[in-house]
């Protein structure tokens, strides 16, 4: 079962404060707090799903997509198209070292990772 008691919950809800760079129906994006490479920003799911699996399994082909598409543009935003690339990752879970149980994807760049 889903936990409201997380931190990207209370983000969601405006109760702690974030370093927002968008914004739109199904995701909010913020930069990492503890950042692991030069630019880091998670792209979190207003949906309410623990992890990349409840997410693929739950949500609608058109929030799915939609999410996804956000991703991609908050990339673009906060990189730049077509300059030097990034990664996106999720962790899913115990073995992947999920901190934090409300779906969301990291998008790492601006430097050669
Ligand atoms: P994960 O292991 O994929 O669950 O990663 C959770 C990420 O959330 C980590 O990279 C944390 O640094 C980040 N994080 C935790 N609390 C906050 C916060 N209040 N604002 C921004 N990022 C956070």
Redesign the pocket.
Known sequence: MYDKNN??YK?LQSE?P??KVFENDVAIA???????CKI?V?VVSKGLYRNFEEFVRLSSAEETKKFFETVSQVAEEVLGLGKSGYRI???TGHD??????HF?V?ILGGERL
């Open positions: 931190v990207f983000i702690i974030a370093k913020f930069y990492d707090i503890n950042p692991m880091h998670l990752l999720t962790n992947a070292g999920q901190e934090v149980e969301h990291h």
